[in-house]
């Protein structure tokens, strides 16, 4: 491994930790996600899993299934970034799980071009969408 590939790697495990950290903001019981987008090295967004905005807190029903409301860590930042001056662009996201098919497909439209997760979910669709568009995808395990 490079200098240059050792430095990347020290990076992205920093953003992915700090990604675990932002994941805590979630409500959800199940499973808590956190997503950061990071563009020339700044944090250009952030997002967790959990209810839009202006619905109670609650992203379980009364048999722990996750409603269907529910929104993704990286659909929360993607549309965080939408709404701001930033673009997304050249990109990379950091998220605490590999992302679903559905995320896997904002993440492709909105220009991001790499995906750094650190736990992978049982489901790889969107992963496999995300090489199949070419979009460089990395599996980091943290401690």
Not at 88 to 101: E, F, K, L, Q
Request: aromatic letters at 6%.
């Amino acid at each position: 491994m490079t200098e240059k590939e050792k430095k990347q790697l020290a990076l992205d495990r920093r953003y992915l930790r700090m990604a675990q950290i932002w994941s805590e903001n979630s409500y959800c019981k199940r499973r808590q996600v956190g997503a950061l987008i990071v563009k020339d090295q700044m944090i250009i967004s952030d997002g967790y899993n959990g209810t839009p905005s202006g619905f109670e807190n609650v992203c379980e029903d009364e048999h722990g299934v996750t409603k269907p409301y529910v929104l993704h860590a990286e659909a929360n930042a993607i549309t965080k970034v939408a709404a701001s001056t930033n673009d997304s662009r050249g990109a990379t996201i950091y998220i605490t799980a590999s992302p679903c098919i559905e995320c896997a497909k904002l993440i492709i439209q909105c220009g991001i071009v790499r995906v750094v997760y650190c736990e992978e979910y049982r489901l790889t669709e969107g992963v496999d969408l995300l090489k199949k568009a070419s979009v460089e995808v990395a599996y980091i395990p943290i401690d």
